[in-house]
């Protein structure tokens, strides 16, 4: 007998059980204790990115909702959860921890009792959808149907490649903002650069509902999304060039980090623009009965090439790993100009294979 298949409402549920354990980590000063809280982050990140988004659509399209709900439905989230909830926890974190004075700590105990109201909610009250039941469960078996549907669709390959070359170097831009705007130990509000940076990912996902809400093509608009996020990270190079730096340490912001952070600003809006519309494309492109496969398989290299570059982050200068990250967003821009010229001969063969169809039925009563 095949194992019983794994719902993602359990997949959900084991999100939140591993990132609380993950939290609970944080209390020990081993090593070894750390990095197996490390490891179940890693997994609760996984699923977070896949498992949720994967519930979501197969209900949606259960209950027989209005596809184009979806697109309303993943700008929402983005807004309110990537950008207006982050905001509220750092601030309230940074009163967990210094203003109230509970410690370091006191961050992952309140998100692990956040993630406890979670997990309650979602075991009262969703209801439990799966993939294909017919397929085995078995992982590597899960793998094989994933890249054998990657193999037969182009578009999905092109879009797993777009994916992890965006969020390669969004990852990658999240190590090294900070040390990119003071080279020299300048004195720089973290917290408040990162509420700004939250305020722009939700200026970006507003703008992303509005093109969505407009029915403008997300293959077309993205191409220049993807454009202007490579020119933005080419900036720290182009400033280490032609801005002088200042060899005095500490003190303000120079010219130079004052222009990066205008440009990081704007890369921000465009990973807030960019959440929304990838996942209305995985709606259009991934089958649902895989999705949640499919979209881990192709996190796999994103994972490695983000673990390289740390393990080196120190071996290479900062400009080389930025234009790395811009070379890669051009490449996403060209990769999703030849998704949106697939896309269109698919469209153009179906509806003259509809057209013929049509011909044809009055000769075959």
Not at 28 to 57: C, D, H, K, N, Q
Not at 249 to 264: E, P
Request: aromatic residues 10%; neutral net charge; contains cysteine.
């Amino acid at each position: 007998m095949s194992p019983s298949p794994r719902g993602r409402k359990r997949a959900c549920v084991t999100y939140c059980i591993s990132y609380i354990l993950s939290c609970i980590t944080k209390h020990s000063p081993e090593y070894r204790v750390l990095m197996i809280g490390r490891i179940l982050g890693g997994i609760a990140t996984s699923l977070l990115f896949s498992a949720f988004e994967s519930w979501l659509v197969a209900e949606h399209n259960k209950r027989g909702f209005d596809p184009q709900w979806l697109s309303i439905t993943f700008s929402k989230a983005i807004f309110l959860g990537n950008g207006l909830i982050a905001i509220v926890s750092g601030l309230f974190a940074n009163l967990l921890a210094e203003n109230l004075g509970f410690g370091p700590v006191a961050p992952f105990d309140a998100a692990a009792c956040f993630l406890a109201i979670g997990m309650a909610i979602i075991m009262s009250s969703w209801s439990e959808n799966y993939g294909d039941p017919s397929e085995s469960k078995d992982l590597m078996a899960q793998f094989k149907v994933a890249a054998k549907a990657i193999a037969s669709d182009e578009k999905i390959a092109l879009l797993g490649a777009i994916q992890s070359l965006f969020e390669g170097s969004m990852y990658t831009f999240v190590f090294l903002w900070t040390p990119a705007l003071s080279p020299n130990e300048e004195d720089i509000p973290h917290g408040f650069i990162f509420a700004t940076f939250m305020l722009s990912s939700m200026l970006g996902s507003s703008i992303a509902s509005r093109l969505l809400a407009r029915k403008l093509k997300v293959e077309g608009y993205m191409q220049i999304v993807f454009s202007i996020s490579a020119v933005t990270l080419v900036l720290p190079v182009a400033t280490n060039i032609l801005v002088p730096t200042s060899s005095v340490k500490g003190g303000s912001v120079s010219i130079g980090g004052s222009l990066q952070l205008l440009g990081f600003c704007t890369f921000e809006a465009c990973v807030g623009i960019f959440w929304p519309s990838i996942m209305k494309m995985r709606s259009q492109y991934i089958p649902e009965e895989a999705r949640s496969t499919i979209m881990n398989f192709f996190r796999i290299p994103l994972n490695l090439f983000v673990c390289v570059v740390l393990y080196n982050v120190n071996a290479f200068p900062i400009t080389v790993m930025f234009g790395m990250c811009s070379i890669f967003l051009f490449m996403a821009a060209i990769l999703q100009r030849r998704l949106m010229v697939v896309s269109d001969q698919v469209h153009k063969s179906s509806t003259k294979a509809q057209e013929m169809i049509g011909e044809d039925e009055p000769l075959n009563p």
